[in-house]
């Protein structure tokens, strides 16, 4: 059972920028793929961005060039590097890990953008 903890969350202004992190209690974190989703209030969770065990990576329309997915393989974690934030990006975003078609979930981190 793989533990997923995310962190960066918070508070800021529109145009602002967040750094999301996910950690993984595994040490073959390299070795799944990484994707980060989001829950606005009221609305269902979406796909916002995705990277593979080889590094290749996906990101969802509305993300439009702002946002960037990465990895640390040597500390087991995923990071989002949100830049350019709007409004309309406030929502819980969780990390998830799939490996052999098993997904593992974190709680996760609440952003909020708002003047």
């Known amino acids: 059972q793989v533990q997923l903890v995310e962190s960066g969350g918070g508070l800021v202004q529109p145009g602002g920028s967040l750094r999301l992190s996910c950690a993984a209690s595994?040490?073959?974190?390299?070795?799944?793929?990484r994707m980060w989703f989001r829950q606005a209030p009221g609305k269902q969770r979406e796909f916002v961005a995705m990277?593979?065990?080889?590094?290749?990576?996906n990101y969802a329309d509305f993300v439009q060039g702002r946002f960037t997915i990465s990895r640390d393989n040597a500390e087991n974690t995923a990071f989002l590097q949100m830049n350019n934030l709007k409004p309309e990006d406030t929502a819980v975003y969780y990390c998830?890990?799939?490996?052999?078609?098993?997904?593992?979930w974190g709680k996760g981190t609440l952003v909020t953008v708002s003047s």
């Open positions: 595994t040490n073959i974190f390299s070795r799944y793929t």
């Open positions: 990277m593979t065990s080889g590094g290749d990576t």
């Open positions: 998830c890990a799939r490996l052999l078609n098993t997904n593992y």
